[in-house]
């Protein structure tokens, strides 16, 4: 596996209070920012999608609220297969959640 995947997998491990998680989330979003759209799809398949709108939706991972949603964007930004990916692990209890997550920060 590559650096981005061996970044990917620790970052996905960390703890949600960890130090390391904000500055291994820097890395994952600048690997995003940066990359086409393949390297998008291959990051959501790897669990990255999952494990964000997992993070999003935890109570318990609210400090951690601002990087997931940072890098969530970067994932989903102009890449319809990603959105489409997105909306398929939203049921209507998940959706109806993560707007309340939303409306409550704005």
Not at 18 to 44: H, I
Request: glycine share 6%; proline share 3%; aromatic share 8%.
């Amino acid at each position: 596996p590559g650096l981005i995947s061996q970044i990917l997998t620790v970052f996905m491990r960390e703890a949600s209070d960890s130090t390391y998680r904000f500055w291994l989330a820097s890395c994952v979003e600048a690997f995003l920012r940066g990359s086409d759209t393949r390297s998008q799809v291959l990051m959501a398949r790897a669990g990255l999608l999952s494990h964000l709108i997992e993070g999003v939706l935890n109570p318990q991972c609210s400090g951690n609220l601002q990087t997931n949603f940072d890098v969530l964007g970067e994932l989903i930004k102009c890449n319809p297969e990603v959105f489409r990916m997105f909306n398929e692990l939203l049921d209507d209890k998940k959706y109806t959640a993560l707007m309340q997550v939303v409306v409550a920060n704005l």
